[in-house]
C-alpha cells in the first residue's frame, strides 16, 4: 500500500497528478489522508474536486504553537488506528508532513519527502536565504528519498544530514504539471457565476498570506488596506479568494469586492484574471506561470521568490501607492514565463521509477 499524505491546498494538487500517474503503472492501493478544520477546508476541497478518495484525519491546529502540537499528537494517533485497521503501508510519500513523517519513521515506513520550500529570508535580504523552516528541519532528515525542483541549490539540500545518493532534483517548478495543461473554455468562466462581476471589465485577484503558517512571523496589513485604494483608483473588478475566515472578507470587503464562496478548479479562474496580488507563495508561481502579472506582498521570500524577482517575473512590494502603480501599468499585459518553469520532462516517470527501485520493488501494491 502506497500512503500519500496531503496536509495544503497546493499538495493536494500536486499529489493528484502523482496519484494518476501512480494508478496508470498499476497501483490501486494507494491510501490518501488529509487533514480538516472549519477554517482550514481547502486541501480537502481540491481532493473532491479531483474525485480522489481519501480519509481525513485530524485537523488544522491553528495559529499558536501549543494548538499545532496539540493537533500533531491528536493526528498522529488518528494515523496509528487507521493503520491497526487497514495494515501498515509500504511508503509514505508526502510534501514534508510533520505528523505523517513523524509517525512513518518511528514505525519503520519508509519516508519519501517532495518538498520545494525548506528555506526562507525576509524580503530585502535575498542574501541570507538558508534560515531553515522548522517544518523541514522535523522532516527532511527522516527522508530515505528526497525530491526538489531544479532552482534549489543542492549544498542546501545536503544541509540535512542526506547523502547524494537520497535526493535528486526535477527539472520543473511543481506548478506547472497542471498549469502548463490549462486552456481558456468560456464554459469554465467563473465570473459568470457572480452577479457582482462585470466581464466587460478587468479582473485583480486578491489572495491572503497564509498569516497562519509557521513561517509568518507577522500579519503584513498591505493587502488589506490596498483593496479600497484599488477599487477607487481603477474602474476594474476585485475578486477575493479567501484563505481562513470569509464572515470577516465580507464583512470588511463585501460592498466592494467579491468573495468567492467556492473552491475552483484552475482552469476556472486563472484565464479570466488580468492581475494577481498574493501573499502567499503557490498561487504567486501559479499566476506567473500562466502568464498573469503578478505582484507579492509576503513577509518571507522562499528560493522561488528570489528567482521570480531575479528573472522580472514577478513584483515584490508592500507599499500601497506602489501597488496602486504596478496595477495600472501591468493590468491586462502578459508576461512570458515558460521557459522559467520546465527545462526538461514535466512528469513523474522519473520519480516513481526510483521509488520503485529503491522502496517498492516489485510489487504493485
Known amino acids: 500500500m502506497i500512503w500519500i ?10 499529489f493528484s497528478v502523482m496519484i494518476k500517474a501512480l494508478q496508470k503503472r498499476g497501483y490501486k492501493d494507494i491510501l490518501v489522508t488529509t487533514r480538516y478544520a472549519p477554517h482550514y477546508t481547502e486541501a480537502k476541497e481540491i481532493l473532491e474536486l479531483h474525485k480522489i478518495p481519501h480519509a481525513v484525519l485530524g485537523e488544522y491546529g491553528g495559529a499558536t504553537l501549543l494548538e499545532k502540537f496539540e493537533a500533531r499528537i491528536f493526528r498522529q494517533k488518528e494515523i496509528l488506528d487507521l493503520f491497526r485497521t487497514q495494515g501498515t503501508p509500504d511508503v509514505l510519500i508526502c510534501g514534508a508532513v510533520v505528523d505523517s513523517v513523524q509517525v512513518a519513521y518511528g514505525i519503520g515506513i519508509p519516508v519519501v519527502n517532495i518538498y520545494d520550500t525548506p528555506s526562507f529570508a525576509k524580503p530585502g535580504d535575498e542574501q541570507n536565504s538558508r534560515e531553515l523552516t522548522a517544518v523541514a528541519r522535523l522532516t527532511l532528515p527522516f527522508s530515505r528519498l528526497f525530491f526538489y525542483p531544479f532552482i534549489l541549490p543542492k549544498d542546501l539540500i545536503l544541509r ?5 545518493n537520497q535526493i535528486e532534483s526535477y527539472p520543473f517548478i511543481d506548478v506547472a504539471l497542471w498549469i502548463n495543461d490549462i486552456k481558456r473554455e468560456d464554459k469554465n468562466d467563473f465570473r459568470m457565476r457572480y452577479p ?11 489572495r491572503e498570506e497564509e498569516y497562519k503558517a509557521h513561517y509568518v512571523r507577522e500579519k503584513i496589513p498591505t493587502i488589506y ?6 477599487k477607487k483608483e481603477l474602474d476594474v473588478n476585485i475578486v477575493i479568494m479567501p484563505r481562513y475566515e470569509k464572515d470577516r472578507l465580507k464583512r470588511d470587503f463585501g460592498g466592494i469586492a467579491t468573495i468567492l464562496e467556492e473552491k475552483l478548479k484552475v482552469e476556472e479562474f486563472y484565464p479570466f484574471i488580468d492581475l494577481f496580488i498574493g501573499g502567499g507563495g503557490t498561487m504567486n508561481l501559479e499566476a506567473v506561470c500562466y502568464g498573469i502579472p503578478t505582484i507579492s506582498t509576503r513577509s518571507i521570500w522562499l528560493v ?3 528567482y521570480l524577482i531575479k528573472n522580472h517575473l514577478m513584483f515584490w512590494t508592500q507599499d500601497c501607492e506602489e501597488i496602486l502603480k504596478i496595477s495600472k501599468e ?12 520546465v527545462q526538461g520532462e514535466c512528469n513523474f516517470d522519473r520519480i516513481i521509477s526510483r521509488i520503485e527501485n529503491e522502496i517498492l520493488g516489485k510489487k504493485k501494491c
Open 330 to 341: 501591468m493590468v491586462g499585459k502578459r508576461v512570458d514565463s515558460k521557459s522559467y518553469f
Open 160 to 164: 540535512f544530514a542526506l547523502n547524494e
Open 5 to 14: 499524505d496531503v496536509a495544503t491546498p497546493k499538495y493536494a494538487l500536486f
Open 196 to 206: 457582482s462581476i462585470d466581464p466587460s471589465k478587468p479582473t485583480i485577484l486578491v
Open 225 to 230: 488596506n490596498v483593496i479600497p485604494l484599488l
Open 304 to 306: 522561488h521568490d528570489q
